[in-house]
Nanobody, 125 residues
């Protein structure tokens, strides 16, 4: 069983930045593909970003965050990050970290096997 713990959420003004972290118990961490999704009440979970397994993993982004968000991983720290810049009120959501051993259909939330509890991000206008 893989445990994922997100941190770094909070309240920020529009135009500001936040960095989310997700610490994973997965071993070896480098063999897991990692993703970030977000969800607001009453809406489906939305793909935000993903990074493939192994060093230098390829990255993928949802259309609404391209150019503003950056996903990265530190395999030595078993952690994946989501740097969020130029935040907008519509980025307000609970952000979830997800993991799957090996490759994954990165944009499909049902493809991931493990999920964190989520961290709230609120962007004020």
């Amino acid at each position: 069983q893989v445990q994922l713990v997100e941190s770094g959420g909070g309240l920020v003004q529009a135009g500001g930045s936040l960095r989310l972290s997700c610490a994973a118990s997965a071993r070896p961490f480098s063999t897991y593909s990692m993703g970030w999704f977000r969800q607001v009440p009453g809406k489906e979970r939305e793909f935000v970003a993903a990074i493939a397994s192994w060093t230098g993993g390829r990255t993928y982004y949802g259309d609404s965050v391209k150019g503003r968000f950056t996903i990265s991983r530190d395999n030595g720290k078993n952690t994946v990050y989501l740097q969020m810049n130029s935040l907008k009120p519509e980025d307000t959501a609970v952000y979830y970290c997800a993991a799957k051993y090996g490759s994954v259909r990165y944009g499909e939330w049902a493809s991931y096997d493990y999920w964190g509890q989520g961290t709230q991000v609120t962007v004020s206008s």
